[in-house]
């Protein structure tokens, strides 16, 4: 084997290592991003804590607490999470900032 293939099949070996580990890490997030009739129903029940919102994305909620984890947009520009129970009721919203937290 000349030395070129084996500089040739040590970079193939560190790129398919590389691309292997950041596939590892996205599939065990402990957030998942989800869609569907779930989700439909965590965005409604947001949007009655933050009713001038916009939703913009549906987590399950981690961190060891169960429910879901609503990312909501305000029209002044300001990203809120509204952490929900499984039952879909409010369990907090925390600021972009991390400032503000409500227990409604």
């Not at 869609?35 to 919102?53: H, M």
């Amino acid at each position: 084997m000349t030395l070129r293939t084996k500089l040739a099949t040590t970079a193939t070996v560190i790129v398919v290592l590389g691309a292997s580990g950041v596939a590892i890490a996205q599939t065990t997030r402990s957030e998942e991003r989800v869609t569907g009739p779930e989700a439909v129903n965590a965005e409604k029940a947001a949007l009655k804590v933050v009713p001038d919102g916009r939703v913009v994305g549906v987590e399950i909620e981690d961190g060891g607490r169960q429910g879901w984890e609503v990312e909501v947009s305000k029209p002044d520009g300001r990203q809120l999470e509204v952490h929900l129970t499984p039952e879909l009721n409010s369990d907090g919203i925390e600021s972009d900032d991390n400032d503000a937290n409500d227990d409604d």
